[in-house]
C-alpha cells in the first residue's frame, strides 16, 4: 500500500472536520511544525542513481507540499487516491484523456459547467470522441443516452447554473450496468456537504478553486478514486502532461480545507435565509435551489446531502435586460465569475461563466443570474439583493 494510500485510509474513521485539518501531515519530526512546509524546490537530491528520498526526484512528478494535500483530498472525500492539477479544467481534461479514445461516447448534462461543455464540445470532439447529453435528475434519460460505446457518465450534482441534483447511487448503476464509469464533479456541493464515492461513483472532480480552497486566492483541480489502475492512468498523465499545481498553490489549498466545515455551515445558512427572502419577491419569477421542497431535485438532494449549498439562481420577471440590471446594482455581491469565495459573487451566466453553450442544447436561459452566498453578516446580503431588485 502507498503511503498515500495508507494516510487516506488511517483517517477514515475519524469525523470530517478531524480529517480536513490533519490528514495527510504530521507535524514535522525536525521542527515540530504544524503545518505543511512550502517546498519551493524544482528538484531533489538523490543519495546515488535513481535512490531517491521518500520517492522526491523532480517537483513535477512529486513536491512534498502536494502530496499531503493529495492524501487530504482523498480522506476528505472518503478515497483511496488523490491528485492535485493546477486547475480544474487541467484535472479535466486529464480525466478524460486517460478515460477516453478516438470513437469513445460519454454523456454530459443538460446543464453543465460551459468551460467543461466547450473543452468536449470544441476540443475533444476534433479527436473522435461523441457526447450525448441527459438531464441528471432523469435516470432513464441518462440510460437512453447511453450506447455500447459510452464509457463515462459524467455528472455534476448539483449542477451548473441550474442546481439540479442527481441520485448518485442511481446514475452509479445505471452507468455500471452500461459498461460506463460515473464521474461527480463535486464542486458545488464540496466534500462536506457530499462524498460521491460513499455512493458508488468512481470518480470524483473537484475544482479547488472554489470551495475548497475557499479565499479566491489560488486555481487547482483535483481527482479521487478507488479504482488504483485509474489512479495510476491519471499520475502517467500528472507528471507526463504536468499540469500540476506549485507548492505555494498547494499550500494555500491546504490551508483552505482545514476551515471548509465551518465554512460551509455559514454558506448554507446565509442561503437559506437569502432564498427565503427571495421567494414570493415580485421580480423573481423561478428559484433554483435544492434545499425548497418544492425543487424537482429536493428529495435527492435530501438523501444524499449533509446541506444544500451556497450557491442560488434565480430567473427575473422582466427577462434578460433585467437580469443583467440586477447584477449591476449588486455592491457587497460582486460582479465576477468563480464561486465558493467567502465573499458574495454574482454574474449573468449566459453572458459570462456559460457564453459557449450559446445555441446548443446546453443553452441557459437569458434571464437567469447565479448568486454564490459568501459568509458576510446575512442581513447585510439580503439588504444588497433587495436594494438591487428595487423597482426591477
Known sequence: MSEQRSQAHSTSWQGFSTRAVHAGYEPDPLTGAVNVPIYASST???????????????????????????????????????RAFASGMAATDTLLRATLRPGDHLVIPDDAYGGTFRLIDKVFSQWGIEYSVAPVSDLDAVRAAMRPTTKLVWIETPTNP??????????????????????????????????????????????????????????GGALITDDEQLDADLAFLQNGAGAVPGPFDAYLTLRGMKTLAVRMERHCDNAEKLVEFLAGHPAITKIHYPGLESHPTHAAAAKQMRRF???????????????????????????????????SLIEHPGAMTHASTAGSQLEVPANLVRMSVGIEDVGDLIGDVEQALEGL
Open 44 to 82: 531533489f537530491q538523490q543519495d546515488g542513481v535513481g535512490q531517491m528520498r521518500d520517492g522526491f526526484e523532480y517537483a513535477r512528478t512529486g513536491n512534498p507540499t502536494r502530496r499531503p494535500l493529495e492524501a487530504n483530498l482523498a480522506a476528505a472525500e472518503e478515497g483511496t487516491f488523490g
Open 309 to 343: 449549498g451556497g450557491m442560488i439562481s434565480v430567473e427575473l420577471a422582466r427577462g434578460e435586460q433585467a437580469a443583467l440590471d440586477f447584477c449591476a446594482r449588486t455592491t457587497l455581491f460582486t460582479l465576477a465569475e468563480s464561486l465558493g469565495g467567502v465573499e
Open 162 to 219: 441550474l442546481l439540479s441534483v442527481g441520485d448518485i447511487a442511481g446514475l452509479a448503476a445505471v452507468s455500471h450496468d452500461g459498461g460506463a464509469k460515473l464521474v461527480v464533479d463535486n464542486t458545488f456541493a464540496s466534500p462536506y456537504l457530499q462524498t460521491p464515492l460513499t455512493w458508488g461513483a468512481d470518480v470524483v472532480l473537484h475544482s479547488t478553486t472554489k470551495y475548497v480552497g475557499g479565499h479566491s486566492d489560488v486555481v
